[in-house]
């Protein structure tokens, strides 16, 4: 049987949201963070963004976004879902068949999963998901790599005082940003961090800004931020050091002071995605591995 397909509208959000509650066996997402996922991407395409129904029900779901990095054309399915009633029935197919069209038109050279510099929700598939994992390898896509998200417990003190004051004697400050500062630490990161840029600014969306930094001399040389992605949920991230001011610990101090807002706010446990350097995070922070992802991708048959 075939289901129609149409555009994602605002007043879906929180049916749609409650339908992805209901088939995601191992994450949640609020409405507040789903509209971010959404209409919060800087590249938001309305006309990529799927839902399927039979008659009221909403079935599935599907939302595609496209970034231009490092003179490669990234497209990317960033968030999908089929009730689990409803699998095995090509709602999946036919929505990604529509998805693809659009990449293609406006040509990208691949298609990831998930994994969506800028805005993102989990850094590729995680794969428990193993009928997710499935589909992607019937339509084509490839594993190319896996990242991991690591979890630090709050209840720990992330007093650095001592070693900040150390610095000072250095011209070395290390602070919360203030909210006039958002310019300065976007120059900081154009050149080796442009990716970063959207996500620096929605740490500075708070009402104090979720993000520090380290002034040598007056200039900003380091910084760290969180509630910058998927907000109020504990998520660490982005950080970054200029090479003037590496091997000073400033990166242990900056994590610390973000771990501590977020003990502050209230939360248990703090999410430090997408990792690279997992031992730096598990000797500064007890961190521990969490979760797995598997990165896929899918070369695309574009006449550009």
């Known amino acids: 049987m075939n289901y129609p397909i149409t555009l994602y509208s605002p007043k879906d959000l929180s049916r749609l949201s409650a339908f992805i509650n209901a088939n995601w066996q191992h994450d949640s997402i609020s409405e507040t963070v789903l509209r971010e996922k959404l209409e919060g991407d800087p590249h938001w395409m309305p006309e990529a963004t799927f839902i399927c129904k039979d008659g009221d029900k909403i079935i599935g779901f599907m939302q595609g976004?496209?970034?231009?990095?490092?003179?490669?054309?990234?497209?990317?399915?960033?968030?999908?879902?089929?009730?689990?009633?409803?699998?095995?029935?090509?709602?999946?197919?036919?929505?990604?068949?529509?998805?693809?069209?659009?990449?293609?038109?406006?040509?990208?050279?691949?298609?990831?999963?998930?994994?969506?510099?800028?805005?993102?929700?989990?850094?590729?598939?995680?794969?428990?998901?193993?009928?997710?994992?499935?589909?992607?390898?019937?339509?084509?896509?490839?594993?190319?790599?896996?990242?991991?998200?690591?979890?630090?417990?709050?209840?720990?003190?992330?007093?650095?005082?001592?070693?900040?004051?150390?610095?000072?004697?250095?011209?070395?400050?290390?602070?919360?940003?203030?909210?006039?500062?958002?310019?300065a630490v976007l120059e900081f990161i154009k050149d080796e961090w442009l990716l970063w840029n959207n996500e620096v600014k929605m740490a500075f969306q708070d009402e104090l800004p979720s993000i520090h930094i380290a002034l040598l001399n007056g200039q900003v040389k380091a910084f760290s931020a969180h509630n910058a992605n998927n907000k109020g949920t504990g998520w660490f991230g982005p950080m970054g050091t200029h090479p003037d001011l590496r091997g000073k610990g400033l990166g242990a101090i900056l994590l610390k002071r973000c771990l501590q807002d977020m003990k502050e706010m209230g939360l248990s446990h703090s999410i430090i995605p997408w990792v690279g350097p997992i031992d730096f995070y598990s000797q500064i922070a007890n961190a521990l591995v969490d979760r797995v992802f598997w990165r896929y991708e899918k070369k695309l048959c574009s006449k550009h």
């Open 65 to 183: 976004v496209i970034r231009d990095i490092s003179e490669t054309r990234y497209a990317y399915i960033k968030l999908m879902a089929v009730d689990e009633a409803y699998r095995r029935n090509g709602i999946a197919s036919a929505m990604y068949e529509k998805l693809e069209a659009i990449f293609i038109e406006q040509k990208a050279d691949v298609v990831r999963i998930y994994d969506v510099p800028l805005n993102y929700f989990m850094p590729g598939i995680d794969p428990r998901y193993t009928a997710a994992l499935c589909w992607a390898m019937r339509k084509g896509f490839k594993r190319f790599g896996d990242t991991s998200n690591l979890l630090v417990d709050l209840n720990q003190n992330w007093d650095m005082s001592k070693k900040e004051l150390a610095l000072q004697a250095n011209n070395i400050v290390v602070r919360r940003a203030k909210p006039d500062e958002e310019q």
